[in-house]
């Protein structure tokens, strides 16, 4: 036996050229009660933020509107797996303080191999910045009291850029980027829900809450049966709905990147990126920690995989499906059924609606929610986006590790530089709803890759102790079933 296969052996997470982990104490978890959940809670909330700006406020009203009400079976399923796929990646980060993309680049081929696929896939889902076009389309309207048309395209694209180049002007700032974030999202999903929840009571009748209810489980209350697959039904667009009820592909990978930052489990002992402004210079771990399956170690575990259940199914799934129900509620109440709203005005459509009927005051406040959501959408994404790729070159490479005296803060800030660049081009490629719905069928095939590349690297390269049970195995293959049957439809549709 060779010198190389005897390390393997004894070291699988290292057989494709990443440095083995190191033992550690697992960390002592925290012991919320009451109020103090909240501050123990929030990667959850990250993730929150994002999601309500893709599938509840854009993707979520255009189908709902044109195909109805009975399509919210398709957001209760896709929030259900995707906070399963969510626990799982957090399981790898709390057992080793890595993120999941360095899971995947430790199974073979290479590191080097999973590097490229990840980051391929994370530029086709979020390197068009679709969430900051689509707020444009809000923020002309506060500023011309009417949705853009074509000819206003140029605006928009300039709304655009501006409201991109401050999203990452915000990256600039805090001490720790993820607590920057997590503050902005507790703002975000508190204000924009309970601002959808006085609306939805205000405007919705006691009607429509039942066929808002009842439509999660595919029931069209108007035509009174199931209705699970409307004939004539846009695929691409489903498609996309599916992808992003919740989050969507990449970002519920970077979970476990702001998971790690916010000191969860083993990321306790990694370290964190930190702003340019405000921050100092943090090591961060490049390689991973495993702990000993001692039962004071194991409870510890238990500690933290109760921090993790709040975090996903109290914050993120629970927030997700009020997000998503209390949106469409309104835009159904509003538009009439069938209308097409996937033009340059798609986030200023309820606006729009409302002030037709109950005065440009409240029209302007729907537009501002919908500007301020869309802004934070595009500022998770972003930052998810050069989190990630600042992780795997930072992983990967020790020359990159070395740069600028080892200072992490360096490579974060020019992988923005880069995108940044990218993103003024992209603006002008297409209009925001398209270059949504291609973002959102791109992360369908992400959830095809991961969930199963996830279950591979937590029943074959975490310690046994840690390892998923068999109906969470399960699980994960199902996510890829129920993914990779939509992303088949989507095809169909366009190539069929």
Known sequence: MTVGSAHTRQHPEARSGLDPWRSAELPVPPAPTGLGWLGVVGPGVIVLGASIGSGEFLLGPAVFVKHGLSLLW????????????????????????????????????????????????????FGWPAFAATAAGAIFFLGARRLPAAADANVIYYIGVGTFLACAA?????????????????????????????????????????????ALGGFD??????????????????????????????????????????????????????GAIGGAKVHLAHSGFVFDANPEQMRRWKGWWRIVRADQWGVFAAGALVGMVLPALLYVQFLPPGTDIQGLGISAALASSVGATSGPLLAGAIAFLGAWIL?????????????????????????????????V??????????????GLVALRMAQPIVLLKV??????VVFIIASLHLLYVNTRL???????????????????????????????????
């Not at 191999?113 to 889902?125: D, E, P, R, S, T």
């Not at 009571?201 to 039942?210: A, E, H, N, Q, S």
């Not at 803060?409 to 990218?422: D, F, K, M």
């Open 170 to 214: 915000v990256l600039m700032v805090g001490r720790r980027i993820e607590r920057t974030l997590e503050i902005l999202n507790w703002i975000l999903v508190v204000c924009i829900l309970s601002g959808f929840l006085v609306l939805a009571l205000f405007f919705v009748p006691g009607r429509g809450w039942l066929a808002g209810v009842v």
């Open 375 to 407: 802004f934070k959408t595009q500022l998770d994404n972003l930052e998810g986006m050069v989190r990630a790729i600042t992780d795997i070159l930072w992983t990967g490479s020790p020359r990159v590790r070395g740069w600028r005296g080892g200072d």
């Open 221 to 274: 209350l108007g035509e009174g049966r199931f209705d699970f697959l409307p004939a004539g039904a846009d695929f691409f667009l489903l498609g996309a709905l599916v992808a992003y009820s919740g989050a969507g592909g990449v970002i519920n990978i970077a979970l476990a990147n702001w998971a790690r930052d916010r000191g969860y489990g083993m990321g306790e002992r990694a370290g964190y990126i930190s």
């Open 439 to 444: 973002s959102a069928n791109v992360a369908g």
């Open 74 to 125: 398709i957001t209760a399923a896709a929030v259900f797996l995707q906070t399963i796929f969510n626990t799982e990646v957090m399981r790898y980060t709390l057992a080793t303080g890595e993120p999941a993309f360095t899971g995947f680049m430790r199974t073979r081929p290479s590191s080097t191999a999973w590097a490229w696929v990840y980051v391929v896939l994370y530029f086709l889902q």
């Open 462 to 496: 975490l310690p046994i102790h840690v390892r998923p049970p068999a109906w969470r195995r399960i699980l994960l293959v199902v996510i890829a079933v129920f993914y990779s049957v939509f992303v088949t439809l989507s095809a169909r549709s366009l190539w069929g």
């Open 409 to 422: 803060r360096a490579v974060y800030y020019g992988v923005l530089s880069a995108i940044v660049l990218w």
